[in-house]
């Protein structure tokens, strides 16, 4: 059955052949949604006959937000934490083993509950596809279960057994390097499809991150790595040297680093939410965008460093404080994503695409940064179905 959606003021559909620019964006926009995918893209007044049209009444129009990069698997919050942080106390790798003894702690019935609970968050702010990481559990066992649970909501699971060293090898580093990539990986590889690893002062140093992300490797997983966010360091170079995906954070960057990302498949993942919530320095995402890297925006949704679900609020961040123009923060957060996973048929409107996208309650997608902390998402299609 086909679904016109019509009447759509501005269509971002980040595929240049379609419309003007970068975004190739289409003024007075029709979309015929046919199944789970896009059947026809083009002008409001060309559009062919369908079964049914439901009209957009002069709203934009973007692709679903892709979220290449959370932490929803976890149980607990860390408030205590936060307000610690906001009376000037620094943000350290160590406050992950609270979420680590709380997660343990919680059913599996509780996990899945929560992580229903942020994805419908998540939603009802135009995210369509997500990805989403282990990493509070920190045994075979926890870690196992964790990306179980994920991967009946995503296809898009990322092993993190080494986010920090387990509390019980706190002593035995290297012992802990052994698990994760020996048993643990075992039984968690089969429930995921990226591997990942914290290569930062206080997690995992560059050469325990490289055989974590080698064994993952030979496990048919795809790298990404958690690189330079709380300092310099040689996650970023690591993740260049394996064919990482995605290199995330990159906050603290070296010419060396931007190079690295701008000459190679690499994309650079920026989190502007843990910035935010942790009042660091910003990523500089000029700096990387006018070297040539390919720049996404993504939440990195976790009770610690980032508790947003919210892409529309890192749009407004990556524009106010990070450089980048409104048109390249709402690419970097749907196509840009897109490239984070490796994934060609999301994060763009374009005939076979997946129907994945979102109405604003705005004349045009530059509203999401211009009008901050406003929900604009007024109608979200995921997979060719109404969501909202
Ligand atoms: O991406 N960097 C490591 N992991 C998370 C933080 C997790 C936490 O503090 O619980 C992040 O910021
Ligand atoms: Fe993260």
Known sequence: MSTAIINISSLVTNDPSLGHGPLGLIRDAAVVVDGDRIAWIGENSKAPATDNAVDAEGRAGIPGFVDSHSHLVFAGDRTAEF??????????????????????????????ANLLRYLREALRQGTTTFETKSGYG?????????????????????????????????????????????????????????????????????????????????????????ANQLGHGPGVQLAVEVGAASADHCTHLTDADVDALANSDTVATLLPGAEFSTRA????????????ATVALSTDCNPGSSFTSSMPFCVALAVRDMGMTPDEAVWSATAGGAAALRRADI????????????????????????????????????RGLREL
């Open 347 to 382: 994060g763009r409107l374009t005939p076979g695409a997946r129907a994945d996208l979102a109405l604003l309650d705005a004349p045009s997608h530059v509203h999401l940064a211009y009008r901050p902390g406003v929900p604009l998402v007024s109608a979200v299609w995921r």
């Open 138 to 226: 920190l045994t075979t066992h926890d870690e196992a279960r964790a990306l179980r649970i994920a991967a009946a909501h995503t296809d898009e699971v990322t092993y993190l057994g080494a986010h920090v060293v387990a509390p019980e090898f706190a002593d035995d580093p290297e012992g802990y390097v052994a698990l994760v990539t020996g048993e643990m990986l075992d039984a968690c590889a089969p429930h995921a499809r990226w591997v990942d690893v914290f290569c930062e002062k206080g997690a995992f140093d560059g050469d325990q991150a490289r055989a974590v992300l080698t064994a993952g490797m030979r496990h048919g997983l795809v790298p990404r790595v958690h």
């Open 281 to 292: 320095q910003w990523p500089n995402a000029r700096r990387l965008l006018d070297a040539g």
């Open 83 to 112: 307000n610690a942080r906001m009376s000037g106390q620094s943000y350290s790798a160590g406050g992950i083993r609270t979420t680590v003894a709380a997660t343990r702690a919680a059913t599996d019935e509780e996990l899945e």
